[in-house]
């Protein structure tokens, strides 16, 4: 457990990413969101716990109806290394064959997990199926995966903040920054 303010505060290194920033994407893709799906049924579906920052604000930029879905994924972690290993922890409830499918993702690192969970989604024959992913680390790829929208690539950092966390703290911080490891 992380009870120490000043142990929390001397993790985060520095801001790569900040909170202006990621609103100035938010509104782009929400338009964007907005226009493409406009007249269609939409489920915008959020990988969690990472992605629900991101979504929470990404939505109020997307100004059509469109409905919520929830799925959880574990690939994680022994500290800031990947175990290789996904699972599905929570699934969705919804039939995704009546709509078109938008999956929220915090980042993508190796690839596993979206591949995963695309693949999976896929056989459900949704009307279409897109992903958005709020940070691309391309240089970490393990198997091929592509967003069709990245809001920002990443160098190969361990980063914080926005959802994103490390061992579960962090995840409320505004903006995203680099993760002291003190190695
Ligand atoms: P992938 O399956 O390797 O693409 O990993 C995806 C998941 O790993 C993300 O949803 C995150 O939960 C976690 N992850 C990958 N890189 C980072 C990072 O830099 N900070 C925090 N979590 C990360
Ligand atoms: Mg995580």
Same mark, same amino acid.
């Given at each position: 457990?992380?009870?120490?303010?000043?142990?929390?505060?001397?993790?985060?290194?520095?801001?790569?990413?900040?909170?202006?920033?990621? /609103?100035?994407? %938010?509104?782009? @893709? =929400?338009?964007?969101?907005?226009?493409?799906?406009?007249?269609? !049924?939409?489920?915008?579906?959020?990988?969690?716990?990472?992605?629900?920052?991101?979504?929470?604000?990404?939505?109020?930029?997307?100004?059509? !109806?469109?409905?919520? =879905?929830?799925?959880?994924?574990?690939?994680?972690?022994?500290?800031? /290394?990947?175990? =290789?290993?996904?699972?599905?922890?929570?699934? %969705?409830?919804?039939?995704?064959?009546?709509?078109?499918?938008?999956?929220?993702?915090?980042?993508?690192?190796?690839?596993?997990?979206?591949?995963?969970?695309?693949?999976?989604?896929?056989?459900?024959? !949704?009307?279409? %199926?897109?992903?958005?992913?709020?940070?691309?680390?391309?240089?970490?790829?393990? $198997?091929?995966?592509?967003?069709?929208?990245?809001?920002?690539?990443?160098?190969?950092?361990? $980063?914080?903040?926005?959802?994103? /966390?490390?061992?579960? @703290?962090?995840?409320?911080?505004?903006?995203?920054?680099? @993760?002291?490891?003190?190695?």
């Amino acid at each position: 457990m992380l009870t120490d303010i000043q142990e929390y505060k001397s993790r985060i290194k520095n801001v790569l990413i900040r909170k202006d920033e990621i /609103d100035k994407k %938010l509104a782009e @893709y =929400g338009a964007l969101i907005t226009r493409e799906y406009e007249g269609k !049924p939409l489920l915008v579906v959020s990988i969690l716990k990472g992605a629900f920052v991101f979504l929470a604000d990404l939505e109020r930029h997307i100004d059509i !109806p469109f409905e919520t =879905g929830f799925m959880a994924a574990q690939s994680y972690y022994e500290g800031t /290394d990947s175990s =290789g290993e996904v699972t599905i922890t929570y699934d %969705l409830t919804q039939d995704i064959s009546r709509y078109h499918v938008l999956i929220a993702e915090d980042i993508i690192d190796t690839g596993r997990t979206l591949k995963k969970i695309v693949e999976m989604l896929k056989e459900r024959s !949704p009307l279409s %199926l897109k992903v958005i992913t709020l940070l691309d680390k391309p240089s970490r790829r393990q $198997v091929g995966f592509e967003a069709d929208y990245t809001l920002f690539t990443i160098p190969d950092k361990f $980063v914080i903040g926005y959802g994103l /966390d490390c061992a579960e @703290y962090f995840r409320n911080l505004p903006y995203i920054a680099e @993760y002291d490891t003190k190695e």
